[in-house]
């Protein structure tokens, strides 16, 4: 900056044509040069090379108090993920209404990725980062934003995170299943691998197996959240991985086929034990408290309300949550005999409505779950004061899912976006709520785009996503109500 009182007494940010900037100034700023100095606060240990970026303290002053806190809560870095995306900030600033449009609208986008940065801070978010901050420098790629995930999930995380660590864990499951065949072999007859070719075979069949893993697209799918059918893919992977083996070893007559082959089944079956494990913990551990006579129980008792959509879609999510070992569905009442004794979901239908008392008293049932919505209101009031005469805690769920994807099925413009505006209404007065709705064209833009969003969480099993913005959704409906209520 020119050296004058002016340059100190200005706005707290330069814009794109600051007359406080030198022109070598200018040129420093725009080829990120004068970054390099804060390598000697890296060295001295008052930053890091990832990290919020430093700002001026009269801004922070402005910050809101848990974002500053948590922002503030680390060490200030040189990139960061608000440095790659607003890397040309001065030219979104014009000199008439600089400070307005800096802490208005650029400020909270910077807070927000500062704030995604320290919650999601890893080793290989930061070099992702230092990459992208690297390649945006080229006169080519200066215009280029990577999307947001690329940031967080960027290619190096993605490899270390996925290909690395199952890498590693399948070379392991491929040495033990190497070595478990060829002992088994060597009982029947003379056969000798040895330990480095049953680390060669092993280090070969996770390198192939996790090759064509990749194109499959096994790195895309969450293991935590599974599908029985995802075993396919794992099945597949497997089934050409051995062949290509296979393949190759017609050629170097390194070991016979039978091996070869019971080591890939092994090894199989070892993959679907580690991608599969948390849930056939957790199912062992479920069943041996359900089933286990006497002693103290460890899990919170559940009874479900009905054995229809929304009561099966209940176990579903208890049961492949995080909290799956927390809580135990003893069984669900539903008033079709039909049902009666059929399992859903691990669960038996124990009786109807009339015996909810009875089920609640002899298996100590902590929490009833409300799951029925296909019924007149007197009725649901009648069976919901059967369930609160019980000592056990009432936890209705209302039928969102069923609502709301009759809603997305539409595009939402004309007659049909008037149609969605009146199933969301049916659905909050259905639940007790008659407030007026004059307001909700203006959030319902808002609202459609977070259904779409959980509809996408729905069909990709992403339970805690699904949870969270159920949350919001309700969240965003209480306040449109209350604002609604204050304006009457």
Same mark, same amino acid.
């Given at each position: 900056?020119?050296?004058?009182?002016?340059?100190?007494?200005?706005?707290?940010?330069?814009?794109?044509?600051?007359?406080?900037?030198?022109?070598?100034?200018?040129? =420093?700023?725009? *080829?990120? $040069?004068?970054? !390099? %100095?804060? #390598?000697?606060?890296?060295?001295?240990? @008052?930053?890091? +090379?990832?990290?919020?970026?430093?700002?001026?303290?009269?801004?922070?002053?402005?910050?809101?108090?848990?974002?500053?806190?948590?922002?503030?809560?680390?060490?200030?870095?040189?990139?960061?993920?608000?440095?790659?995306?607003?890397?040309?900030?001065?030219?979104?600033?014009?000199?008439?209404?600089?400070?307005?449009?800096?802490?208005?609208?650029?400020?909270?986008?910077?807070?927000?990725?500062?704030?995604?940065?320290?919650?999601?801070?890893?080793?290989?978010?930061?070099?992702?980062? =230092?990459?992208? *901050?690297? $390649?945006?420098? !080229? %006169?080519? #790629?200066?215009?280029?934003?990577?999307? @947001?995930?690329? +940031?967080?999930?960027?290619?190096?995380?993605?490899?270390?995170?996925?290909?690395?660590?199952?890498?590693?864990?399948?070379?392991?499951?491929?040495?033990?299943?190497?070595?478990?065949?060829?002992?088994?072999?060597?009982?029947?007859?003379?056969?000798?691998?040895?330990?480095?070719?049953?680390?060669?075979?092993?280090?070969?069949?996770?390198?192939?197996?996790?090759?064509?893993?990749?194109?499959?697209?096994?790195?895309?799918?969450?293991?935590?959240?599974?599908?029985?059918?995802?075993? =396919?893919?794992?099945?597949?992977?497997?089934?050409?991985?051995?062949?290509?083996?296979?393949?190759?070893?017609?050629?170097?007559?390194?070991?016979?086929?039978?091996?070869?082959?019971?080591?890939?089944?092994?090894?199989?079956?070892?993959?679907?034990?580690?991608?599969?494990?948390?849930?056939?913990?957790?199912?062992?551990?479920?069943?041996?408290?359900?089933?286990?006579?006497?002693?103290?129980?460890?899990?919170?008792?559940?009874?479900?309300?009905?054995?229809?959509?929304?009561?099966?879609?209940?176990?579903?999510?208890?049961?492949?949550?995080?909290?799956?070992?927390?809580?135990?569905?003893?069984?669900?009442?539903?008033?079709?005999?039909?049902?009666?004794?059929?399992?859903?979901?691990?669960?038996?239908?124990?009786?109807?409505?009339?015996?909810?008392?009875?089920?609640?008293?002899?298996?100590?049932?902590?929490?009833?779950?409300?799951?029925?919505?296909?019924?007149?209101?007197?009725?649901?009031?009648?069976?919901?004061?059967?369930?609160?005469?019980?000592?056990?805690?009432?936890?209705?769920?209302?039928?969102?899912?069923?609502?709301?994807?009759?809603?997305?099925?539409?595009?939402?413009?004309?007659?049909?976006?008037?149609?969605?505006?009146?199933?969301?209404?049916?659905?909050?007065?259905?639940?007790?709520?008659?407030?007026?709705?004059?307001?909700?064209?203006?959030?319902?833009?808002?609202?459609?785009?977070?259904?779409?969003?959980?509809?996408?969480?729905?069909?990709?099993?992403?339970?805690?996503?699904?949870?969270?913005?159920?949350?919001?959704?309700?969240?965003?409906?209480?306040?449109?109500?209350?604002?609604?209520?204050?304006?009457?």
């Amino acid at each position: 900056m020119h050296e004058q009182p002016s340059s100190y007494h200005g706005p707290k940010v330069t814009g794109e044509n600051d007359p406080r900037l030198t022109r070598v100034g200018a040129w =420093l700023r725009d *080829t990120k $040069l004068n970054e !390099f %100095p804060q #390598l000697w606060n890296v060295l001295i240990g @008052e930053m890091s +090379l990832v990290g919020p970026r430093p700002e001026d303290p009269d801004i922070v002053e402005s910050w809101p108090e848990d974002k500053a806190e948590e922002i503030l809560s680390i060490r200030p870095g040189i990139t960061s993920p608000a440095s790659v995306l607003f890397r040309d900030e001065e030219t979104m600033l014009p000199n008439e209404t600089l400070m307005e449009t800096y802490l208005g609208i650029i400020q909270p986008d910077k807070l927000r990725l500062d704030q995604l940065y320290v919650r999601n801070r890893s080793l290989w978010v930061d070099i992702d980062i =230092l990459l992208w *901050t690297f $390649l945006v420098l !080229f %006169p080519g #790629l200066a215009k280029f934003k990577p999307p @947001e995930r690329l +940031l967080f999930r960027g290619l190096i995380f993605r490899g270390a995170d996925y290909f690395l660590r199952w890498f590693i864990i399948d070379f392991f499951i491929a040495l033990v299943a190497v070595s478990s065949s060829a002992l088994f072999w060597r009982t029947l007859g003379p056969f000798h691998v040895g330990f480095w070719r049953s680390i060669g075979e092993a280090v070969e069949f996770a390198v192939v197996f996790t090759l064509v893993g990749a194109v499959i697209g096994i790195q895309k799918i969450q293991w935590t959240k599974a599908s029985p059918a995802d075993v =396919l893919d794992l099945a597949v992977s497997t089934v050409i991985s051995t062949g290509i083996l296979l393949f190759v070893n017609l050629f170097q007559h390194r070991l016979p086929a039978i091996p070869i082959i019971s080591g890939a089944v092994l090894s199989f079956l070892g993959m679907v034990i580690a991608r599969y494990r948390y849930r056939l913990i957790t199912g062992l551990a479920s069943r041996w408290l359900k089933y286990r006579k006497g002693g103290k129980v460890f899990q919170e008792r559940l009874l479900i309300i009905g054995s229809g959509d929304a009561g099966s879609y209940a176990a579903w999510m208890l049961s492949n949550s995080k909290e799956a070992l927390k809580f135990n569905v003893i069984g669900y009442v539903d008033d079709d005999f039909e049902k009666h004794g059929v399992r859903y979901r691990g669960a038996k239908v124990l009786g109807t409505t009339k015996d909810i008392e009875k089920i609640v008293q002899e298996n100590d049932v902590g929490i009833i779950i409300f799951a029925i919505h296909k019924i007149s209101e007197q009725r649901k009031a009648e069976i919901l004061e059967v369930c609160r005469n019980t000592n056990a805690q009432v936890v209705i769920l209302p039928d969102v899912i069923g609502t709301l994807s009759e809603i997305v099925d539409h595009d939402g413009d004309g007659d049909e976006a008037d149609a969605q505006s009146k199933k969301l209404e049916a659905y909050i007065t259905s639940n007790g709520r008659e407030e007026s709705l004059s307001s909700f064209a203006k959030d319902k833009s808002d609202i459609l785009a977070l259904i779409k969003e959980l509809q996408q969480n729905l069909e990709q099993s992403e339970i805690e996503k699904c949870f969270e913005n159920i949350s919001m959704l309700e969240n965003m409906i209480k306040q449109h109500l209350t604002e609604n209520t204050h304006d009457q």
